[in-house]
């Protein structure tokens, strides 16, 4: 009954919230790119939800959580029905009793994200993603399940009355008409449109996921890279096609035609092609590789330092944040850390050149100041990373999490623009993982 009731606050009371919460009733359609007003959000057949606050006495509210009850109750092997008297053993009104002393756990936020605004495009799995992996990895190899009851798998079954598939079915169908205000379904409808849903366990969707768990299972167990098959199916023609994988898509070495803005024109532009280098030098690197950075809090003379021993022939011109975001941008976040270039080095070079020349008195404080400048400017490069990553961008996601993320700009000793995977930066002891698969970097 618990888990029953618990599902229908979930699913019809903080769901909902979380919806009407990012889109309240006067929500507009706001274009990203433009920022032009496209309409109201809820329109035609966007209907405005109302939030279930659930009620023991309205009878759709008690039949949906007395459904999904003897469900779980099927699952867990307990009875509910004595087929040879032909009773329930588990009864509606058995259940209102119940759930009618039952509190509801307090709402908890969740996200809302629109199928029109999801990702689209290659997904990439962040270093906390591998925290949450290797936590959860650690407690379900602690789990005893022999302490545990049988759990039985409940097969779906339409014309079957007496296991409640087609009562759940209805009850949720009509919880979540109400939320939008639309008509409620009968129960034989239901029945007739659930017989012609094919179920997924029969489809090619069930066969993917069998063949990607079996990749997974190769991961899991450390196998090397060859063993993994990429899968081509056709069920129509009971076509099953085995390959080997081809490495991750590295990025090289290449040449980029951008304008050349010495012999471009008011009426004309010219172009011309720069050569990029990428590091490790001859190899490159692909989306999975980075460069560990596992020193401590080091300074950013020191970070330098390290990069530029790991890579031989590479030059640091800039080191800033992974992935700035255009919020952080507006809010005047997309700053370098550090940069090799001194903004004060002309001038120093001026002042030291003429400040012994001069017996102007404005002239060499302007000249002291400039001296000045540099030498504070030099200082910031022995700060530390950590310190200084952190003051602009606050604390970290989780206060146990010891690293965070940095890209750099390059150039080789010949000039020329460089790339190199980002940088994971460990600034302290901690408990923290980082995927070696395909790793090229430190």
Request: aromatic share 12%.
């Amino acid at each position: 009954m618990k888990l029953a009731f618990d599902d229908f606050n979930r699913r019809y009371r903080d769901k909902i919230v979380d919806l009407t919460t990012a889109f309240p009733a006067d929500a507009r359609n706001i274009d990203a790119a433009t920022k032009a007003d496209m309409g109201p959000f809820w329109h035609g057949h966007k209907r405005f939800p109302k939030v279930a606050t659930f009620d023991s006495k309205d009878p759709a509210h008690v039949d949906y959580v007395y459904q999904g009850a003897c469900l779980y109750a099927s699952i867990f092997g307990i009875p509910t029905f004595d087929a040879r008297t032909d009773k329930h053993l588990f009864t509606p009104e058995m259940a209102q009793s119940i759930v009618s002393k039952l509190k509801a756990e307090p709402y908890k936020k969740g996200n809302v994200q629109l199928e029109e605004k999801k990702k689209t495009g290659e997904e990439q799995i962040s270093q906390d993603d591998y925290v949450e992996i290797d936590k959860l990895s650690k407690y379900l190899s602690g789990v005893d399940v022999q302490k545990y009851g049988k759990i039985v798998p409940v097969d779906f079954e339409k014309d079957d009355d007496s296991n409640h598939h087609i009562d759940w079915i209805t009850a949720a169908t009509n919880m979540r008409s109400w939320n939008y205000s639309i008509e409620k379904s009968e129960k034989h409808n239901v029945r007739l449109t659930a017989g012609r849903i094919i179920p997924a366990i029969a489809t090619t969707t069930a066969a993917i996921t069998g063949f990607v768990q079996l990749e997974v299972f190769k991961y899991v167990l450390g196998l090397k890279f060859d063993t993994h098959r990429q899968v081509t199916i056709d069920l129509a023609s009971n076509t099953f096609t085995c390959e080997t994988l081809d490495g991750p898509k590295m990025r090289t070495d290449f040449k980029e035609k951008v304008e050349d803005e010495d012999k471009s024109t008011e009426f004309k532009k010219e172009y011309k092609l720069v050569q990029w280098r990428a590091f490790p030098e001859g190899k490159g690197f692909s989306v999975w590789d980075k460069i560990v950075i596992n020193k401590g809090d080091i300074s950013f003379n020191g970070l330098v330092k390290e990069l530029e021993t790991l890579f031989p022939g590479i030059k640091v011109d800039s080191i800033f944040k992974y992935k700035i975001t255009p919020k952080e941008v507006a809010d005047g976040k997309g700053v370098n850390l550090y940069s090799a270039v001194n903004q004060f080095a002309n001038q120093y070079k001026n002042a030291m050149a003429n400040k012994d020349k001069t017996t102007n008195a404005g002239l060499k404080a302007s000249y002291e100041r400039d001296i000045t400048n540099y030498n504070n400017a030099e200082k910031k490069k022995d700060e530390s990373v950590a310190k200084k990553y952190l003051s602009i961008y606050g604390d970290l996601i989780t206060k146990d999490r010891n690293y965070f993320m940095l890209d750099a700009k390059y150039t080789t000793a010949k000039g020329e623009p460089a790339i190199a995977p980002p940088i994971l930066f460990v600034f302290k002891e901690g408990s923290w993982v980082v995927s070696t698969a395909g790793s090229g970097g430190k």
